[in-house]
Structures are given as C-alpha cells and as structure tokens.
C-alpha cells in the first residue's frame, strides 16, 4: 500500500519561497495511472485543494495560487515537490500531499502533513 | 469560506445514527455524483470513506453510507462508535477552474 510522507521547513519568512517535499513508498511515481498532488487546511478552516502533477509532468493548479505554485516530480528519487513563492501569513497552514488515480475522483492516499507557519 | 457548507459540528451518543450535510452548487454537488467524504483525526492521513456519493472503498465499515439531493450532500453514519469521533470532510469535483472543492469540515463528537 502506498504512503506519502510531508517533509519540508515549518518556519517560512514572508516573501520568501515555501518549498515541501513528498516521499512516496510502496508505489512508483513514474508508473503513471496517478496524479500526485497538494492539499492545504488553514488553521481552523477546511481543506484547499493547491494542485497535482502527472507522471507525464502535466501540471494542473488552482487559479487562485497559481502564479506562485510549482510543483514537480523528482522520479530518482521517487518524491515531488511544491514551491509556493512570494509567501504571506495568509500561506500559513497544515500542507498534505495526496495521491489520485486516474479515472476516479477521489483522493485515495494522504500524508499525515506538515505545518508550516509564514512568518518573521 | 469554504466552497461547501458543512456544519460545523454535530454530536451522538454510541449505538445512534448522525448525518452530516454538505450543501454545494449546481457546478460541482449538483453537477457531478463525484461527491466524497474524508474522516480525519488531527495529525494523522485523512482517509477516504465514500467516494462517487454513496460508494465505499474496501475495508470500509457499511455503517458509513452517503446519499445527495440536487445541491446538497449527506454522509450518515449509523451504530455510532467512539472511534467515530474525528472530522468529517465532504469534497466534489468541479466545473470551475478550482477542479476540486472542500468543505470546512465537521467534527463529530461521540458522546
């Protein structure tokens, strides 16, 4: 069964870049068939879905962060990651990563996410 | 705001049956049966618990069923448990550009 991991720096200055990295286990994340992605709970709000790559490299964004947001595959080493740039206290949140499979609409596998707080 | 409107909270003693509601828009609940809906305990993975509105993944107890009318839909957990205690998310897809929409959440205490 596969299991994503949240790793990444839990203190962020303001304007500075946020930068997460996922580690997947017991599943590859070329294999296609998926889309690996990001999802972001504020404090005491509901979740936000940020976005999701392909193994083609497709990328698909939520408008609303997308000119700040990228995220990406590292195949070698079997993780993705997501860059949010130009960060404000209003970026500060739980960041879960989640998997998709194609073809279902339904997020099947999360992380257990990583606070991290925007911040001078 | 979040783009569902879930309650934010809801209660029951144990061998009772809740339902938590998840009111959308025609673009997204009202638009597609691709309605589901997450149980979270704080710092762990959140974990699928119906997918396609009233489907269950496999492994998953039949005391969760969920159901939807036009904009608006219901996840219902029957014979509560007090491991039932957690929050409770509802997401959809959506023909807004946002593709994938959530709830604010429901916290479900087991009394």
Redesign the interface.
């Known amino acids: 069964q596969v299991q994503l991991q949240e790793s990444g720096p839990g203190l962020v200055k303001p304007s500075q870049i946020l930068s997460l990295t996922c580690s997947v286990s017991g599943g590859s994340i070329s294999s296609g068939g998926y889309h690996w992605g990001w999802i972001r709970q504020h404090p005491g709000k509901g979740l936000e879905w940020i976005g999701y790559i392909y193994s083609s490299g497709n990328t698909y964004y939520n408008p609303s962060l997308k000119s700040r947001l990228s995220i990406s595959l590292d195949t070698s080493m079997n993780q993705f990651s997501l860059k949010l740039s130009s960060v404000t206290a209003a970026d500060t949140a739980v960041y879960y990563c989640a998997r998709r499979t194609i073809a279902t609409y339904y997020f099947d596998s999360w992380g257990q996410g990583t606070l991290v707080t925007v911040s001078s | 705001q ?1 783009a ?1 409107t ?1 309650p934010a909270s809801v209660s029951g003693s144990p061998g009772q049956s809740i339902t938590i509601s998840c009111a959308g828009a025609s673009s997204d609940v009202g638009d ?1 049966d ?1 309605v ?1 809906w ?1 149980k979270h305990h704080p ?6 618990i119906i ?2 509105v009233s489907h269950r ?1 496999s492994g998953v107890s039949n005391r969760f069923s969920g159901s939807k009318s036009g904009t608006t839909a219901s996840l219902t957990i029957s014979g509560l448990q007090a491991d039932d205690e957690a929050d409770y ?1 509802c ?1 959809s ?1 959506s023909s807004s ?9 429901t916290k479900l205490t087991v009394l």
């Open positions: 979040s569902l879930q597609y691709y589901s997450y710092g762990k993975a959140p974990k699928v997918y396609d993944p998310y997401s897809y550009s946002t593709l994938w929409v959530f709830g604010g959440g």
